[in-house]
């Protein structure tokens, strides 16, 4: 009796045990695609880019890779960036729009209809097989809407927050040229956090400065006088001593015959020049530009670290000067220097700066297929047009179709040519291209500040009413007032109310 029972027992745990062990034990040799892609990570990468666009990563098997351009298509794009947390996809991007990656090409011919959970789940030629290089690796721009309850986001940044760049401008030493626009020359300051912070100079090459301008709109840099900053930096790093004795008498800028009052207006003149007392803060001690990138943030940098102020020993803050392109240079010599290519134009943009690439060609103008179209070559583009580097790539005819020929197909710039026509390419043939993939420009252009100087009056609100720009007025102004002189020495009243019919 004792026999049967403990018999039952038994049966009963064997059948318990292989109740837990059997569900598990297929659970580890099939995975589901849910469990595969929990394995994933996604990264968006690139520059310059938002927070919401770039070249797509994934890590697979301990290692960062990327996806080939092959077959893409929007469905997988929604894919992504669900992957990244957000909802859906806006677009995406082929040939390396955002720089290249490097590592392995995971996917290749990838395939989705959109709605597949994983992109693991679309059809492609597998893991790790691929015949592409990184000249192809695709991007995606995704919906800037986060996907509910997305806490534990698999975006992950090329770098940490505190080491990005984004902002850059030029701040200008000389008060007179800060009335001047654009700002051509001047230190070169890095947004951070709420303020803004220097470069060091000890070792800038003018592949640095070629970025730098180009990122500001100017299509060349030129050499700085950096012995103009030196004498500035020590007239404003000096405190004046007594009250205006000889041996107080600092090297004035520019240079004066010494008197007993030169303290005072060397003071002055490094307040009008310089920015005031203030201690640099070196956010950057190292740079090392290619000068074919259109972004600092593309430049291998070297951030300071710990006591930031002092790793600029021996040096000082970095500055620039650019060559402005012939529409925005105020020296009618300068238009003469650098003059803009006749068989390159942009047509359909609604800004300056931007718009569908057209070449002439056998004096007919025509347009150019996207095929490799990238941020290299459309800088080339830019600077040969009289504006900076590009701001953006664009392809599939994203500033309308054009018509005629089409010229040229793949053409491929290193960044460094003067012309788009000294890069590679080749002749398109009716197979090749259609209208439907025009390349097009946005060109980074020169900061302007026209919002200062353009406004409506006269109005009942503050959204309507006659245009005015304040530099015409004062043009008036001062016509006005040396007409009214003339004809006061000239004719008398009567005279003036004649000039005022004839300027009414």
């Known amino acids: 009796m004792k026999s049967s029972t403990w018999c039952q027992k038994w049966d009963l745990v064997a059948v318990l045990l292989l109740g837990v062990w059997l569900p598990s034990s297929l659970g580890q040799t099939t995975p589901s695609p849910q ?56 677009g995406w991007t082929h040939s390396a729009k955002y720089g290249k990656g490097t590592g392995k090409i995971w996917l290749d011919n990838v395939q989705c209809t959109g709605s597949e959970k994983s992109i693991d789940m679309c059809k492609s030629r597998g893991w790790g097989n691929s015949d592409c290089t ?11 809407e986060r996907l509910p309850g997305f806490l534990d986001s698999n975006v ?23 009335k001047r626009m654009p700002i051509t020359e001047g230190i070169v300051e890095v947004k951070y956090k709420d303020g803004w912070a220097q470069i060091c100079d000890l070792g800038w090459t003018p592949k640095n400065s070629r970025v730098i301008c180009g990122l500001m709109g100017f299509p060349h840099e030129r050499k700085v006088n950096k012995n103009f900053y030196k004498r500035i930096k020590r007239a404003t790093s000096a405190k004046p001593k007594g009250n205006g004795s000889a041996g107080s008498r600092q090297k004035p800028i520019p240079k004066p015959k010494p008197t007993s009052k030169s303290p005072q207006r060397d003071s002055g003149a490094g307040k009008r020049l310089f920015a005031g007392r203030q201690k640099n803060f070196y956010r950057i001690h190292s740079v090392a530009c290619l000068g074919t990138e259109v972004h600092l943030a ?19 803050p970095a500055v620039v000067s650019c060559v402005p392109g012939p529409q925005y240079s105020q020296a009618s010599s300068q238009k003469k220097k650098l003059k803009v290519t006749s068989t390159i134009r942009l047509k359909g943009g609604a800004k300056n700066g931007e718009g569908r690439v057209e070449v002439l060609k056998n004096n007919e103008w025509g347009t150019v297929c996207d095929d490799r179209w990238n941020l290299q070559t459309a800088s080339v583009v830019c600077r040969e047009l009289g504006f ?3 701001k953006e790539a664009m392809t599939g005819a994203r ?14 710039c290193t960044g460094l040519e003067r012309s788009m026509w000294n890069c590679r390419y080749k002749n398109v043939t009716s197979e090749d291209c259609q209208h439907m993939e025009d390349a097009a420009v946005r ?7 026209y919002e200062n100087t353009i406004r409506i009056t ?41 000039a005022g019919a004839g300027l009414r």
Not at 156 to 178: F, G, T, W, Y
């Open 35 to 90: 469990q595969q892609s929990d394995k994933l990570k996604f990264r968006l990468a690139g520059y310059p880019r938002k927070h919401n666009e770039g070249r797509v990563e994934i890590f697979y098997k301990g290692e960062w890779g990327s996806i080939c351009d092959d077959d893409f298509s929007l469905a997988n794009a929604h894919v992504l960036c669900r992957h990244l947390g957000f909802v859906s996809a806006t």
């Open 156 to 178: 992950i940044e090329m770098q940490v927050e505190e080491d990005r760049v984004e902002a850059v401008r030029l701040r200008s030493v000389v008060a007179i040229a800060k």
């Open 134 to 144: 990184h000249d192809e690796d695709a991007g995606v721009i995704c919906k800037d």
């Open 399 to 412: 500033m309308g179709q054009g018509m005629g020929p089409i010229h040229m197909n793949e053409v491929l």
């Open 298 to 316: 593309a430049c291998p940098l070297e951030f300071s670290k710990g006591n930031a102020s002092a790793t600029c020993e021996g040096g000082m």
């Open 443 to 449: 060109c980074n252009v020169p900061y302007m500040a």
């Open 458 to 498: 006269g109005g009942r609100t503050r959204y309507e009413g006659r245009g005015g720009d304040d530099h015409r007025r004062e043009r008036d102004a001062e016509l006005g007032a040396d007409l009214r002189r003339d004809l006061e020495h000239k004719g008398g009243h009567g005279g003036l109310q004649a």
């Open 388 to 390: 900076g580097s590009a």
